[in-house]
């Protein structure tokens, strides 16, 4: 199965992808979390893309479609993966679309994660990440005896240095302006499924299920 997940900043792509990777052992590519990565590592490709995530704008496409074509040529992609934040606009799904024609593996399915503007902001400026499990929690939203866990495990809850409310901000005019264009792109390609993003995690997970047991897998 070879899917793009489609969704706003904190729509929920990222933990939904999560869940579907521990059902189906396909693998998630999250280009966000391997940027991350690189900075952290501070590689040079991190120190390069380091400015536009701190400001919320995208990172150049020569830089990501590199990521993209090393991650999916790695053996563990052949059996289906999910793209997670990945393509951000026109120009990517172009080249993510000649990339898998030349290996003869198109895409399945794009799914779309619809979720209110007000619920966005709120998942992400809640946002924080457990600091021993790496577990994706919200002081908001999550149950309380998860945050709890969290930190009798020792673990810090560590915010995303771009969960903050200027940044927020501008990610979301990216996503309006630059990412959005493709959810009639993919429309039009016949690949779109809309699923409502509002809930809990494990039900919105039910209507992901559901949108892709249309899908081959
Ligand atoms: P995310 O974790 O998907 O919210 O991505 C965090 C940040 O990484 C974004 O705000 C961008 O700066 C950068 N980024 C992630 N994916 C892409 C992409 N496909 N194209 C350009 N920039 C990206």
């Not at 590592?41 to 830089?63: C, F, H, P, Q």
């Not at 951000?88 to 172009?94: F, T």
């Not at 902001?121 to 790496?134: A, F, H, I, P, Q």
């Not at 020792?154 to 005019?173: K, P, S, Y």
Request: hydrophobic residues 40%; proline residues 3%; aromatic residues 4%.
């Amino acid at each position: 199965m070879r899917i793009v997940f489609l969704g706003a900043p904190g729509s929920g792509k990222g933990t939904q992808a999560q869940l579907l990777v521990a059902d189906t052992g396909i693998i998630q590519v999250s280009t966000g979390d391997l940027l991350r990565d690189a900075v952290k590592a501070d590689t040079d490709l991190g120190r390069r893309a380091k400015a536009a995530m701190d400001a919320g704008e995208l990172v150049s496409d020569d830089i990501v479609l590199g990521i993209i074509r090393d991650r999916l040529s790695r053996p563990d992609a052949a059996t289906g993966f999910v793209l997670d934040g990945f393509p951000r606009n026109l120009a990517q799904a172009e080249a993510l679309k000649a990339v898998l024609a030349g290996i003869g593996k198109p895409l399945d399915a794009v799914v779309l994660i619809n979720v209110p503007f007000d619920i966005l902001m709120k998942r992400l400026t809640g946002r924080r990440t457990c600091s021993v499990t790496g577990k994706v929690l919200n002081i908001w939203f999550s149950d309380p005896a998860e945050l709890e866990a969290s930190r009798a495990a020792g673990g810090e809850l560590v915010q995303r240095a771009d969960d903050n409310e200027e940044t927020i901000g501008n990610r979301l005019r990216v996503y309006r302006e630059q990412t959005e264009p493709l959810v009639q792109y993919y429309r039009d390609s016949g690949l779109l499924r809309e699923i409502d993003g509002d809930g809990s995690t494990a039900e919105v997970y039910a209507r992901l299920r559901a949108a892709l047991d249309t899908t081959a897998t």
